[in-house]
């Protein structure tokens, strides 16, 4: 079965690499640049996995994972930064954050962490 992740980035760019890294690796791959998208894509969707990035202009990625949770939500989350993860002080296990990816990161980056996750053999 095909694991089915949900990619929340408000930078396009960004957005567009990572969704096609994350295809090449053998993901489904549903995109959006904000977070009302996002939760709004939940109520018709399921995911495997959701990623999002940490700091985006309508709700941050804590916050946005904190609505995931309320919702009863309990996919693994992995939350993407340009900001060193032991500058930024999260306590990932809090918000049930599986894993922290830094910007910017390479196809085998993601398929190191997401392996592990997933328990998925990179491609």
Known sequence: ?????????????????FSEMLKLIGFKVYAVDNTADALNI????????IITDLIM?????????????????NAPVVITSGLNPKKVMINLNEYGISEYIVKPF????????LSKLMQIQPA
């Open 42 to 49: 939940m109520n018709d969707s399921k995911f495997d996995l």
């Open 57 to 73: 202009p309508d709700m941050n990625g804590l916050d946005f994972i904190k609505q995931l949770r309320k919702r009863g939500n």
């Open 1 to 17: 079965m095909i694991p089915i992740v949900l990619v929340v980035d408000d930078e396009r760019d960004v957005l567009n690499v």
């Open 106 to 113: 390479t196809i085998n980056d993601i398929k190191q962490k």
